[in-house]
């Protein structure tokens, strides 16, 4: 019977645990970047930042320190399975009231224009410089305080 060497069945290991780790657990975000959402706003590269405009909305890097205002939404967004973005953000820290009950009383994220992004932000999610999330309705969950935004 022929052995192999230890480098070998580490190799092995490493490879079948993570093939294993990507099949049950592909619908966990690794690395989530931290955003914030401003409504009726659009990325403008060459200022790079969102200035306002009448509909849609505007995703860019959170810095820290950064409170959300009115009508903007600070959380997480990562890629789910290569195609699904995902916003996760609290109810109480991630926005305030009045922003909650304009989003969020439909049962759906509800937008009236595109979200644009940061290029920053899609780099870090492995989609093109020109990716925008069309209008619409959104469906999010609830689970206690924290709120997930699936934009399919």
């Known amino acids: ?3 192999i060497s230890k480098t070998a069945f580490l190799m092995i ?7 294993i780790f990507s099949a049950k657990f592909s619908t ?12 009726k706003s659009y990325w403008d590269g060459e200022t ?12 860019h890097i ?8 009115p009508g903007e939404i600070s959380g997480e967004m990562v890629l789910v399975r290569g195609k699904v973005i995902q916003l996760t953000v609290s109810r109480i820290k991630g926005m305030n009231k009045e922003t909650h009950m304009r989003f969020f009383s439909e049962g759906f994220f509800t937008l009236d224009g595109p979200i644009t992004f940061d290029p920053d932000i899609l780099f870090k999610l492995g989609l ?3 990716y925008v999330v069309p209008a619409g309705k959104y469906p999010y969950s609830m689970n206690g305080d924290v709120i997930t935004i699936t934009f399919k």
């Open 1 to 3: 019977m022929k052995t």
């Open 13 to 19: 290991s490493i490879l079948l645990c993570n093939s």
């Open 28 to 39: 966990i975000p690794l690395f989530p970047i931290h955003v914030v959402f401003s409504a």
């Open 48 to 59: 790079k930042s969102c200035i306002p405009r009448e509909k849609g909305g505007c995703c």
């Open 62 to 69: 959170w810095l820290e320190g950064m409170v959300p205002g």
């Open 128 to 130: 093109r410089d020109s």
